[in-house]
């Protein structure tokens, strides 16, 4: 619920989503289920795949270094 209210109210419509520190990607995925871009950023490997398992996507999508 907060993640909801954080990004729809902070970011308009077709807006777009910066998180930093993605983590596990729950700031990411409402951004996508609210119809926002997004962008993430994560370090931590581990994180980076559970984001990518999270949102079901190939990881080509997202930054990987």
């Not at 954080?6 to 777009?16: A, C, E, F, R, S």
């Not at 996508?32 to 950023?41: A, D, Q, T, V």
Request: with cysteine; net charge positive; charged share 25%.
């Amino acid at each position: 619920y907060f993640t909801r209210l954080v990004v729809g109210t902070l970011t308009p419509d077709g807006g777009t989503v910066l998180d930093p520190f993605a983590g596990s990607g729950a700031v990411l995925e409402m951004a996508r289920r609210l119809g926002r871009s997004y962008i993430g950023c994560e370090i931590y490997r581990e994180r980076y795949l559970a984001a990518i398992a999270r949102m079901k996507i190939k990881e080509p999508e997202l930054c990987n270094r």
